[in-house]
């Protein structure tokens, strides 16, 4: 006695150009980190930019290095969460290579060695800075926030690069 069986498959193909937002990513430390890292790094460029004289001379040099390096970081930061949020593999891959942990660490130093050279800069020169004395002190103490994060960030990608 022979049994026969059929077997029949559907196939369904399906194209969309819809935009995919990982929301789920801004629910974990390393998203919410990265969402607070940008908000305060926006505020301190924007400090910092609003109040910068217009003609810089070379006496001026700690007020460029700190706003260099927090623009830099501010890219750098929101392009490394623009890419998790809009891409679900993104967030789970990067994660896990040494990239986030050299760009945090980099950052929690060049953003700590920027603003207490600028926070320094402001106390000791605060008759030239007179006039813009309480943004700019504002401006270098949200800086040391701001390299707190990266802190804690760089010890989050060490633990995930690690597996732990």
Not at 32 to 47: C, P, R, T
Not at 82 to 95: G, K, N, V
Request: glycine share 4%; net charge positive.
């Amino acid at each position: 006695m022979s049994h026969s069986v059929t077997v029949t498959r559907t196939t369904t193909t399906t194209t969309t150009s819809a935009i995919i937002i990982n929301t789920g990513y801004l629910k974990t430390w390393a998203g919410l980190l990265k969402l607070a890292e940008l908000i305060l790094g926006i505020v301190v460029v924007g400090l910092v930019s609003y109040y910068v004289e217009r003609y810089l001379t070379l006496t001026q040099t700690p007020e460029v290095f700190f706003l260099l390096m927090s623009v830099t970081f501010l890219v750098g930061t929101f392009l490394l969460l623009l890419s998790c949020l809009i891409s679900i593999s993104t967030a789970s891959i990067i994660s896990k290579t040494v990239y986030e942990v050299v760009f945090h660490g980099f950052a929690f130093v060049l953003y700590l060695v920027a603003s207490l050279t600028f926070i320094i800069e402001v106390n000791n020169k605060n008759r030239r800075y007179h006039n813009d004395y309480q943004p700019y002190f504002a401006a270098a103490v949200i800086g040391l926030v701001v390299s707190f994060l990266y802190l804690l960030s760089t010890v989050f990608a060490l633990r995930s690069y690690r597996g732990l």
